[in-house]
């Protein structure tokens, strides 16, 4: 007897840890997410943009600044094996967007409402919340100065909170004001920090001279006393500073949103001015945060375009759905309309003439698929076609192929009557459910 070698089982390969796969039925509810913020983007006369995920590494350090945390040590850089350019994963989407306006002279014409959604990468210890890819869903508007967009802004963020059906979210705003105005602040803030200097943390003394605005960011307990007595930035600001964040204010009281003034917020990045935001909530632990953003007037400049203002935000897709699911908002797994049940193999192509008949009228049909040795008994379809949630069955027998018909059977309460229709009757009911759907 000659020894047949088996082949051996290949090592079983998982995901990238912080990189998660989102399966159904869970996917059901991004895809609610997303249709949610397509309808209210298209409202507000926002337009779609794509970029690519992989980006030239200088756009980033370029755009977010060096002494950030996103590129001194988030970021997933690696040199391409052709040509040696130097390239990131997208980090976030600002950059990217603003890289292919300016490509692209985009603002030609006028300025630009944009909104996108995708992957980002950071290289962070996974946790609530806060994974290595993560999702966003941002909204950019381009080539307009007023405080009117900056309102527009978080009044479309706003307005999406309440089509979610989500509660307990707080705004909180802060102005940083214009370079010279930061300079001035910077540096009192530096000798104020100094006069401290046994009280900071590693990372504060770290970006004591390089970044000190970002210490006002500090999540490190031990700092909050430090952080409370600094000198605040809207002390510094200069009259059109002012004015513009008054004006802001001025909308957002007029259209009743509540927001607190939070002098510590500074944002991550190094491209903000005068405007920065953000919604927050307790009920995420320490990723309080679900979306945030601000005015980035100089970017564009940055990134080798025409100076332009510009202010955006971006949103956390996974900390947002989060929040749906505790509110007990998060959308029903869609289910079929039919299930298809086929008594045996010989009646396929008939059944998947009137399957292909339905789906082209509109209907979401599941069709049983059956194996090698046959389609199953008709009694374990039927457990599968009411398992499935379909609110009718299909029922492909012998005796209805023979008729060229088929057997509808209602498989929830209010679906009516079993009955048997022809190809013709069976488009005139399914268009009759249609509109009573």
Same mark, same amino acid.
């Given at each position: 007897?000659?020894?047949?070698?088996?082949?051996?089982?290949?090592?079983? !390969? /998982?995901?990238?840890?912080?990189?998660?796969?989102?399966?159904?039925?869970?996917?059901?509810?991004?895809?609610?997410?997303?249709?949610?913020?397509?309808?209210?983007?298209?409202?507000?006369?926002?337009?779609?943009?794509?970029?690519?995920?992989?980006?030239?590494?200088?756009?980033?350090?370029?755009?977010?600044?060096?002494?950030?945390?996103?590129?001194?040590?988030?970021? =997933?850089?690696?040199?391409?094996?052709?040509?040696?350019?130097?390239?990131?994963?997208?980090?976030?989407?600002?950059?990217?967007?603003?890289?292919?306006?300016?490509?692209?002279?985009? @603002?030609?014409?006028?300025?630009?409402? $944009?909104? =996108?959604?995708?992957?980002? %990468?950071?290289?962070?210890?996974?946790?609530?919340?806060?994974?290595?890819?993560?999702?966003?869903?941002?909204?950019?508007?381009?080539? %307009?100065?007023?405080?009117?967009?900056?309102?527009?802004?978080?009044?479309?963020?706003?307005?999406?909170?309440?089509?979610?059906?989500?509660?307990?979210?707080?705004?909180?705003?802060? /102005?940083?004001?214009?370079?010279?105005?930061?300079?001035?602040?910077?540096? &009192? @803030?530096?000798?104020? *920090?100094?006069?401290? &200097?046994?009280? *900071?943390?590693?990372?504060? #003394?770290?970006?004591?001279?390089?970044? +000190?605005?970002?210490?006002?960011?500090?999540?490190?307990?031990?700092?909050?006393?430090?952080?409370?007595?600094?000198?605040? *930035?809207?002390?510094?600001?200069?009259?059109?500073? $002012?004015?513009?964040?008054?004006?802001?204010?001025?909308?957002?009281?007029?259209?009743?949103?509540?927001?607190?003034?939070?002098?510590?917020?500074?944002?991550?990045?190094?491209?903000?001015?005068?405007?920065?935001?953000?919604?927050?909530?307790?009920?995420?632990?320490? #990723?309080?945060?679900?979306?945030?953003?601000?005015?980035?007037?100089?970017?564009?400049?940055?990134?080798?375009?025409? +100076?332009?203002?510009?202010?955006?935000?971006?949103?956390?897709?996974?900390?947002?759905?989060?929040?749906?699911?505790?509110?007990?908002?998060?959308?029903?797994?869609?289910?079929?309309?039919?299930?298809?049940?086929?008594?045996?193999?010989?009646?396929?192509?008939?059944?998947?003439?009137?399957?292909?008949?339905?789906? /082209?009228?509109?209907?979401?049909?599941?069709?049983?698929?059956?194996?090698?040795?046959?389609?199953?008994?008709?009694?374990?379809? %039927?457990?599968?076609?009411?398992? /499935?949630?379909?609110?009718?069955? !299909?029922?492909?027998?012998?005796?209805?192929?023979?008729?060229?018909?088929?057997?509808?059977?209602?498989?929830?309460?209010?679906?009516?009557?079993?009955?048997?229709?022809?190809?013709?009757?069976? !488009?005139?009911?399914? #268009?009759? *459910?249609?509109?009573?759907?």
């Amino acid at each position: 007897m000659v020894e047949v070698n088996k082949p051996m089982r290949a090592e079983k !390969l /998982s995901a990238v840890k912080g990189m998660n796969d989102v399966l159904a039925p869970e996917s059901a509810a991004w895809e609610w997410l997303e249709a949610k913020v397509r309808g209210l983007m298209a409202r507000y006369a926002y337009r779609n943009i794509r970029t690519p995920i992989v980006e030239p590494t200088a756009l980033f350090v370029r755009g977010l600044g060096e002494v950030t945390d996103i590129v001194e040590k988030e970021m =997933y850089s690696f040199e391409d094996r052709l040509n040696g350019e130097a390239l990131t994963l997208r980090p976030e989407c600002t950059a990217g967007v603003v890289r292919a306006v300016v490509e692209h002279a985009m @603002l030609y014409d006028g300025g630009k409402r $944009l909104y =996108y959604m995708g992957p980002m %990468f950071r290289h962070e210890r996974p946790q609530r919340g806060r994974y290595r890819q993560f999702h966003q869903i941002g909204a950019e508007v381009l080539g %307009f100065a007023g405080a009117e967009v900056d309102a527009e802004l978080i009044l479309l963020a706003d307005a999406l909170w309440r089509e979610l059906g989500l509660t307990g979210i707080r705004l909180e705003l802060n /102005s940083l004001g214009q370079p010279s105005e930061r300079l001035a602040h910077r540096a &009192a @803030l530096i000798a104020y *920090l100094q006069c401290h &200097a046994a009280a *900071l943390d590693a990372d504060a #003394q770290r970006r004591l001279h390089s970044n +000190p605005l970002r210490i006002l960011d500090s999540k490190n307990p031990a700092m909050t006393e430090i952080i409370d007595g600094a000198p605040r *930035l809207l002390d510094y600001l200069g009259d059109a500073s $002012l004015a513009h964040f008054n004006a802001l204010r001025a909308i957002l009281d007029a259209n009743e949103v509540a927001y607190s003034i939070n002098p510590r917020l500074v944002r991550g990045m190094d491209y903000y001015n005068l405007t920065v935001f953000e919604f927050v909530t307790d009920r995420l632990g320490s #990723q309080g945060t679900i979306c945030g953003g601000g005015r980035y007037d100089y970017l564009i400049e940055q990134i080798g375009g025409k +100076p332009a203002p510009a202010v955006g935000w971006a949103l956390g897709v996974e900390r947002v759905l989060e929040l749906v699911r505790e509110e007990g908002g998060a959308p029903v797994l869609l289910v079929p309309d039919m299930y298809a049940v086929i008594q045996d193999a010989s009646a396929m192509p008939f059944a998947m003439k009137t399957i292909q008949m339905l789906r /082209s009228a509109g209907l979401s049909v599941l069709m049983h698929a059956g194996s090698a040795e046959g389609m199953g008994s008709m009694k374990n379809q %039927f457990k599968k076609a009411d398992a /499935s949630g379909a609110r009718f069955a !299909l029922v492909f027998g012998l005796d209805e192929v023979a008729q060229e018909a088929v057997t509808v059977k209602p498989m929830r309460e209010g679906g009516g009557a079993q009955a048997t229709h022809t190809l013709l009757n069976l !488009l005139t009911w399914a #268009q009759t *459910l249609q509109s009573n759907a």
